[in-house]
């Protein structure tokens, strides 16, 4: 996929470029209905898209789906659109942008299969964070699902590097935050591979993209070796939040993420740095995330759903039915619970609860399954 990118003020141009691997006789896919397609062509024959419906994909900004046809096979499409960008965590300044999957900037949700590896033109002054640069064109790979680009302008571009991360942030103000953060995570990592879940690190150099002041709420999130936030962490707390929450998703995934199951990996990565807060002797830290949570829980529904959907708060409510567990049973209680989440080779509340009474955590697992059904 070869993409020609370029952005005035707040928005983005793009030239998208598609190949198959065999023809096809026609091409749906969505993006977000923010952008306006000027042109479509197949093998060079220009084509009128049409669109097909307008909706919302769960975490997504509003798409339009389109279909294409041009009368004849082909085996490449070419795509002209432009616009503002919407979406969690999408955001383009001058200095920093960032667009993700959330706002289906790129053509997703194909007809057909077409390779995700990008070549990118137009970003000779960005810094493209995860992509490699060849002199005039940066590459890189979107991984199946996501379409992370984070691009720095490269004047503005700060790095702080240990051997296990890089920092970058486009904010002199972020300095000190930025070297703190670094050994925050050099600590959690130590943890985390020592003592909780005593497994060498495998996960690769880990790159930290911080939007500041680009975007200046949202969060955080964690892909493959790539940590997003707004800041490192302006505070002890907020650097172990950004930190350990997001580095305990290295182990502590894998349960479906559309569906209440979610609950799993949130609450496992959550209760991974709460663990890290009690070890390392952050107990204020510990107590003041422990509240946070139980403030906001009794305003969200119970975990499981009837339909099975993910219900809003699972995180939350979560780390609450895991502070019960914490009280009555103690903390190796919660840090076997978690080990056997991440062993489990399907996973879901079911094999976890079952896997625990096999463990003889039984009166632990009746905790966490009366919990899941209660307000
Ligand atoms: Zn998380």
């Known amino acids: 996929m070869n993409i020609a990118l370029h952005f005035e003020g707040e928005k983005l141009f793009a030239e998208t470029e598609i190949s198959f691997d065999e023809n096809v006789p026609e091409l749906s896919f969505i993006l977000n209905s923010g952008l306006e397609i000027s042109g479509v062509s197949c093998d060079e024959k220009s084509a009128e898209p049409t669109i097909e419906t307008v909706y919302e994909p769960l975490f997504c900004a509003e798409v339009k789906k389109y ?28 200095d920093i942008i ?53 691009i720095y302008r490269k004047s503005k571009l700060q790095t702080v590097s240990g051997k296990y991360i890089s920092i970058y942030y486009a904010d002199n103000s972020l300095n000190e935050a930025a070297d703190f953060s670094k050994n925050i995570f050099e600590d959690v990592l130590d943890y985390y591979t020592k003592e909780l879940f005593r497994k060498e690190y495998s996960g690769g150099h880990m790159e930290m993209a911080c939007l500041y002041p680009a975007l200046t709420s949202g969060g955080a999130y964690k892909r493959d070796g790539l940590i997003v936030c707004i800041s490192p962490g302006t505070d002890e707390k907020e650097a172990v939040g950004v930190n350990a929450h997001e580095m305990a998703h290295t182990w502590c995934s894998g349960a479906d993420v559309g569906s209440w199951e979610d609950w799993l990996n949130e609450t496992t990565a959550e209760w991974s740095m709460l663990l890290y807060c009690l070890d390392r002797n952050k107990t204020e830290i510990f107590d003041a995330m422990i509240a946070e949570h139980m403030e906001k829980s009794p305003g969200f529904p119970p975990i499981k759903t009837a339909d099975g959907s993910r219900p809003e708060g699972v995180h939350t409510k979560g780390t609450v039915l895991f502070y019960k567990l914490y009280k009555t049973f103690g903390a190796e209680t919660i840090k076997s619970a978690i080990r056997i989440f991440v062993g489990l080779e399907a996973k879901t509340t079911e094999k976890l609860l079952a896997e625990m009474r096999a463990q003889g955590l039984s009166e632990s697992a009746g905790v966490l399954e009366k919990g899941l059904a209660q307000k």
């Open 98 to 150: 960032e667009l993700n999957r959330y706002g289906v900037w790129l053509p997703c949700e194909m007809s057909c299969e077409a390779e995700r590896f990008l070549t990118v033109s137009g970003c000779e002054d960005y810094f493209l964070v995860k992509g490699e640069f060849d002199g005039s064109l940066w590459h890189y790979s979107a991984g199946e699902w996501d379409m992370n680009i984070i």
């Open 67 to 94: 279909s294409v046809k041009c009368g004849s096979d082909f085996g490449r499409v070419k795509i002209c659109y432009s616009g503002k960008i919407s979406g969690w965590h999408n955001i383009i300044t001058d």
